[in-house]
């Protein structure tokens, strides 16, 4: 399947940019060889009418994101890749992917960004901000895809926010039913910003950070 479209570069680009210069993370090269997919543990979770697992709940990878000098692939892993079956009919993909380049004791510990926008309050909590750094380093970006090649499980898109190595936790496509909501509010420090995903590849995000993590 071919989409055609230009690259975007919406405001998760301009975030993860202005994190590698304040945090000092890896400098973007195409194809970096991802080391084994780790596998994230979390807690078990109860409930009143008792424990949901009798173990505790662990996240593994099905796939890695790749970069090279046509845009980025999603590279699914052999057991997974039927599930790609019947997404050539969808125009973009939601994808949850890990910033494994942030999941460090100290960044996952930090609840509070300290005015991160130039309009923001001077403190925001970090659920009201799309900083990747969170107790779970856990990114969510809209993708537009230009080809799948289901037996080889690669879904090239044009433009990712993630670091080429960067664990893909889920993909699931987007669609209007359950993804576009038609009456929202946004904070009056945000409300300058971009109302579309397609607008932002031309908005000057450099003008709205201050502090972003």
């Known amino acids: 399947m071919s989409k055609g479209g230009a690259t975007l570069s919406p405001e998760p680009q301009?975030?993860?940019?202005?994190?590698e210069r304040n945090l000092g993370t890896a400098e973007r090269k195409p194809r970096i060889e991802p080391t084994p997919p780790p596998t994230y543990v979390?807690?078990?979770i109860h409930t009143q009418e008792g424990t949901m697992s009798d173990r505790s709940l662990e996240l593994?990878?099905?796939g890695t994101i790749s970069a090279d000098e046509e845009g980025f692939t999603l590279d699914v892993d052999e057991p997974f890749r039927d599930a790609l079956t019947g997404i050539e009919g969808f125009s973009h993909l939601n994808v949850l992917w890990w910033c494994h380049?942030?999941?460090?004791p100290e960044y996952r510990?930090?609840?509070?960004?300290e005015r991160p926008y130039r309009d923001a309050p001077d403190r925001l909590g970090i659920f009201a901000t799309r900083s990747p750094l969170r107790p779970n380093p856990i990114a969510l970006t809209p993708v537009p895809i230009i080809s799948v090649d289901v037996e080889h499980g690669i879904v090239r898109v044009p433009f990712i926010d993630a670091?080429?190595?960067?664990?893909?936790l889920d993909i699931k496509p987007y669609h209007p039913a359950v993804d576009r909501i038609?009456?929202?509010?946004?904070p009056e420090w945000c409300a300058g910003w971009p109302q579309w995903y397609e607008d932002s590849?031309?908005?000057d995000w450099g003008a709205v950070f201050e502090n972003a993590q």
């Open 14 to 19: 301009a975030r993860a940019q202005s994190a």
């Open 42 to 44: 979390g807690q078990v």
């Open 60 to 62: 593994h990878p099905i």
């Open 101 to 104: 380049l942030l999941d460090k």
């Open 109 to 113: 510990a930090i609840t509070i960004s």
């Open 163 to 168: 670091e080429p190595g960067s664990p893909i």
């Open 182 to 186: 038609r009456d929202t509010t946004t």
């Open 201 to 203: 590849a031309t908005f």
